[in-house]
């Protein structure tokens, strides 16, 4: 009895306290915290998700939010709310903690303002972003530590991130509204190319009181905020003043890019495209009267004006960074004003902001990517080799990036029916490389593979000569010594004849197969001597030859060979200066004959007989890159698909290298490492020079 008495006291305890709401108090002997396992992801998500991985805000701003007593949905709500306000007011909360929340909530406004694959274009955005990198910044460099105290932490990563894409979107957000201005007020556009610095700083001058400005610097007023842009460290492509498009390297992805090359930092990586390609554009549509049917077919005199010989790249790369006036926190804090810079990443490495020496961000395959994805060469070349309309008739000179007098040249030739797209993961895994990208700028020629080898090799060492003087008239900076040449298949042969030496023998050989009368000669002499009697390139000091004939190929004369020669036309600007040579008429001994260049590359063609036999500079060290197609064959024997071996292997090159693939063996990961390990030798092998 006595434990039925305390069961039934039990119950009738256990029913008076949830009569008076006991059920919360009992909840009170619950645990207060519990444990749940996480994986390797959720713990990584945990971590390091936010509004930008996650597109919700990180647990780290959550909790701060909640520390504040601010609800995180209300937070998030449009039109933004008053917890921005709120959180900066409440007290006790370390700064780099309220800084970084505060900078990616403005960040979540930011992102919910901006339609989605949209530019900024509205004060709210602008606004917006221009806050969140406000409040990065003062994460970064005001709050209690040094971003060095921090350096191993999730949350900096993070609020950089906030920083470097809020920098980005305000950038392209306020480049387009200057341009929908300029487009609006063209007597500005036309006042800010008058005041633009001789060296193309990209000044921008006033238009309709919104901007200001002269020698790289300009004011302008958006958003509430007055912006002071300075472009003074910056050197744009010649004869260029501002970019016609800025796009974010973070929004281009590349198919045909092995690897995208850059580095993590302080700032906005960005792509600034000056204009469209030179060469691939021109003569995009017939001149007003002509019949349509290309150059061939105009009226003399009619034909569009000639692009310079030579180009920089049209799609440089930058970092842009913003800076907010005022030396402490609160400063930063209560100003509406700022500073937005730009940077080329292959000069600039880092700046010191704030006494702090800060490593900057760079992206350096964004801008060469763009460019090739956008040039339209691999139908040009096509158009080019056959003859066709808007194909090119003279070579081109392409420069990687602004010319810079303190870096070596790499110059690369490409081969038959080819273009610079030839070397697109060449040069990029090339200015992917740190010690590389220090000391050489790329040159790539772009050249008329239908036309004599004779007359792109004079073209050539004239385009190149002409560039080096204009920008180093007096031959005194670092870039015009030691040039290295790299040169794939015809551009190998091309290659070679620019370090070799002709006196006699390709004279000799004109004479005897064309036949000159003697005021033929009279009028063709010189311009015939500056062809065929040359002397090396005397810049450069080192060659790579790859799959290169130099005794040409057999399969020049088969019967594909042939075939593929016939379609083969000689531009009419070619043939017309070939009878100018002679003085308009045919040759004594018969009609006009001009081998093209498949012609050129048949192992029984005279001039490639003799041009094979021709010295090759003894101050040239050079290098062998051969591919072979089936390596059960004896070496020998071997080819790759079009040259053989015999042909591509050259007596006295330094090294060698064999690899097993078809004939563009210039984009295999062997060569390429074949081609980085030869230029690290060269760096370590070249003599200190007093330039």
């Not at 970084?100 to 509205?122: D, F, K, M, Y």
Request: net charge neutral.
């Amino acid at each position: 009895m006595t434990g039925v008495r305390k069961l039934t006291r039990l119950l009738l305890a256990a029913t008076l306290l949830l009569s008076l709401g006991g059920c919360a108090i009992l909840s009170e002997f619950a645990p207060r915290v519990q444990t749940a396992p996480l994986g390797p992801g959720e713990y990584i998500a945990m971590k390091r998700g936010d509004i930008l991985t996650a597109n919700e805000l990180s647990a780290a701003a959550r909790e701060t939010l909640r520390v504040a007593g601010l609800d995180e949905g209300a937070c998030a709500a449009l039109p933004a709310p008053a917890c921005m306000p709120a959180l900066a007011d409440v007290p006790g909360i370390r700064e780099e903690r309220r800084q970084a929340a505060l900078a990616e909530l403005w960040t979540q406004q930011a992102i919910a303002l901006t339609p989605r694959n949209t530019v900024p274009s509205g004060d709210a955005q602008l606004d917006a972003w221009l806050e969140a990198a406000r409040h990065a910044y003062a994460y970064l460099f005001f709050s209690e530590r040094t971003p060095g105290e921090r350096a191993f932490e999730d949350r900096q990563t993070q609020v950089r991130d906030y920083y470097n894409y809020a920098v980005q979107q305000a950038a392209s957000g306020m480049f387009g509204r200057l341009q929908g201005n300029l487009a609006q007020h063209p007597a500005g556009a036309t006042a800010a190319a008058g005041n633009s610095s001789a060296a193309g700083n990209g000044a921008v001058a006033a238009t309709n009181g919104v901007v200001s400005g002269d020698r790289g610097e300009a004011t302008l007023h958006m958003a509430g905020w007055t912006i002071h842009s300075d472009m003074s460290d910056l050197r744009m492509p010649e004869g260029m003043d501002m970019p016609k498009e800025l796009v974010p390297a973070s929004t281009l992805s590349f198919a045909g890019l092995r690897s995208i090359h850059r580095r993590d930092g302080f700032g906005a990586e960005v792509v600034a495209v000056m204009g469209d390609d030179p060469v691939t554009t021109v003569d995009v549509a017939p001149l007003p009267g002509a019949d349509g049917q290309g150059d061939a077919d105009r009226p003399r005199g009619r034909r569009r004006p000639r692009p310079r010989a030579w180009s920089e790249m049209p799609s440089p790369a930058l970092t842009v960074l913003i800076r907010f006036p005022g030396d402490d926190l609160a400063s930063v804090l209560a100003t509406h004003e700022l500073t937005i810079s730009a940077h080329d990443p292959y000069v600039a490495h880092a700046i010191e902001i704030h006494g702090l020496s800060v490593p900057l961000a760079a992206n350096y395959s964004a801008g060469y990517g763009l460019w090739l994805a956008r040039s339209g060469f691999a139908r040009q070349s096509l158009r080019t080799l056959f003859g066709r309309e808007h194909g090119i008739t003279r070579p081109h000179l392409y420069m990687m990036q602004p010319y810079d007098p303190n870096r070596r040249i790499l110059l690369m030739i490409h081969g038959l029916a080819s273009s610079p797209e030839a070397w697109v993961n060449v040069a990029n895994e090339v200015m992917g490389d740190e010690t590389l990208r220090q000391e050489f700028q790329i040159w790539q020629v772009y050249y008329p593979t239908n036309i004599p080898l004779v007359l792109n090799l004079s073209a050539i060492r004239r385009i190149f000569t002409d560039t080096l003087h204009h920008f180093d008239p007096q031959g005194t900076a670092r870039a015009s010594h030691d040039t290295v040449l790299i040169g794939h298949s015809m551009g190998g042969v091309l290659a070679r004849l620019l370090v070799s030496t002709a006196d006699d023998q390709l004279w000799n050989w004109a004479m005897e197969n064309y036949k000159f009368d003697q005021g033929q000669l009279q009028r063709a002499g010189p311009r015939l001597e500056r062809m065929l009697r040359f002397k090396p390139l005397p810049s450069v000091e080192r060659v790579i030859f790859i799959a290169s004939p130099h005794r040409g190929t057999a399969v020049a004369d088969n019967r594909l060979g042939r075939f593929v020669a016939h379609l083969v036309r000689l531009p009419l600007t070619v043939l017309e200066e070939v009878r100018e040579l002679v003085g308009g008429k045919d040759l004594p001994h018969g009609r006009l004959v001009i081998s093209n260049s498949i012609d050129n590359l048949s192992a029984n063609d005279p001039f490639i007989r003799i041009a094979a036999d021709l010295p090759i500079s003894p101050h040239v060290r050079y290098h062998s890159i051969i591919a072979q197609a089936d390596p059960s064959v004896p070496l020998e024997a071997s080819d790759d698909g079009l040259v053989p071996y015999r042909s591509a292997h050259l007596p006295g090159a330094l090294s060698e290298k064999v690899i097993v693939s078809g004939h563009s063996v210039q984009e295999t990961a062997q060569a390429i490492l074949e081609i980085r390990r030869i230029l690290h030798r060269d760096i370590r092998e070249r003599p200190a020079a007093g330039y």
